[in-house]
């Protein structure tokens, strides 16, 4: 069992490097929409079309070697994330989407020298559940609202005190077969914090080789971010894109920090090669690097306790893909 700990809120020893992550963040966030929040990219607002419900299942373990902490010690982190979406076409206008979601998140933390918390945790949960509602205006214009709902903790946290909640309402225009772009503003709880923000969905091929998207959700990346991808033939395709990661969680009530909130920031960049597997699996592979990562621990009422940079970290995984 790990040792509860008195703290004592110290001075921000990084608040250049956290304004820069902020501000880029934001700047991400205009470009997609982050799973953490449950919100729905451009690819799930056109799944569905035709006559019956559409599933897919998505799966993506990716992996961050020991990393360097600020102040002393390391941290490395495994992650496996699952989605099964559905989506339906129930009228000639109006599309319903469902989506439930699972993430395991295995931190380990060599002591931790230079931060209020030596190993400040361990094995997190996210288990979500959204839905969606599309209305086509007409041929070219659609609404959209989703809501979504998360366990968000670490192992041992009350269940009642870890949930993330919110919704966002936008507009899709597709002018063309080739081209989509939306607008929608988001509101979420994210435990302790509320979080207000427009966002801009994207799906335009430029050429019959070239393609600018947002991520896929399921990624390392997610979909905050813009994604360039390079068809190269027989069923083959490589992509360069970054993307914005967030994770904020509840802390397990036996731990240092009982009943606080731990939070993760990266900006993510990465190069992804995928291939078609016949007719309904793809497969991808990815390698990339977060920057400006921090970590911040809060005490239960969301009052910050401490806050630090790692290094640039490699990240390396892949992603399953398959519609049933």
């Known amino acids: 069992m790990k040792k509860t700990v008195k703290f004592v809120n110290k001075q921000p020893a990084c608040s250049v490097n956290f304004f820069c992550i902020g501000a880029i963040g934001l700047l991400l966030c205009f470009c997609g929409f982050t799973d953490l929040y449950g919100q729905v990219s451009h690819k799930t607002l056109d799944a569905g079309r035709g006559d019956k419900i559409r ?157 600018l998207r947002n991520p896929l959700p399921i990624s390392a990346a997610g979909p905050a971010g813009l994604e360039l991808g390079y068809t190269m033939g027989s069923g083959w395709e490589l992509s360069l894109g970054g993307g914005y990661r967030s994770r904020r969680f509840r802390l397990s009530d036996s731990g240092p920090v009982p009943g606080g909130v731990g939070q993760t920031n990266a900006l993510i960049g990465y190069l992804n090669l995928s291939r078609q597997l016949g007719k309904n699996v793809s497969m991808s592979v990815y390698g990339g690097a977060a920057f400006a990562g921090s970590i911040r621990v809060e005490d239960r009422t969301g009052e910050r306790i401490d806050s630090t940079s790692y290094n640039t970290a490699p990240i390396m995984g892949l992603i399953l893909k398959t519609p049933f």
Do not use: C
């Open 55 to 211: 599933f897919s299942f998505e799966t993506s373990p990716f992996y961050v070697p020991k990393t360097h902490v600020s102040g002393g010690g390391n941290l490395t982190l495994t992650t496996v994330m699952t989605e099964l979406k559905a989506a339906a076409q129930v009228s000639e206008k109006t599309n319903l989407g469902l989506g439930l979601s699972y993430e395991f998140n295995d931190y380990n933390f060599t002591p931790l020298t230079g931060f209020a918390v030596s190993d400040p945790w361990n094995k997190i949960h996210m288990v979500g559940i959204s839905g969606r509602v599309r209305y086509a205006i007409n041929p070219t214009w659609s609404l959209f609202v989703a809501t979504s709902g998360q366990y968000s903790g670490e192992e041992g946290a009350q269940f009642g005190r870890s949930l993330l909640y919110g919704g966002s309402a936008g507009a899709a225009y597709t002018p063309s077969p080739t081209f989509t772009i939306g607008f929608a503003v988001g509101a979420f709880y994210r435990l302790e914090n509320s979080a207000v923000f427009p966002t801009i969905i994207i799906n335009w091929k430029i050429t019959d080789k070239f393609q």
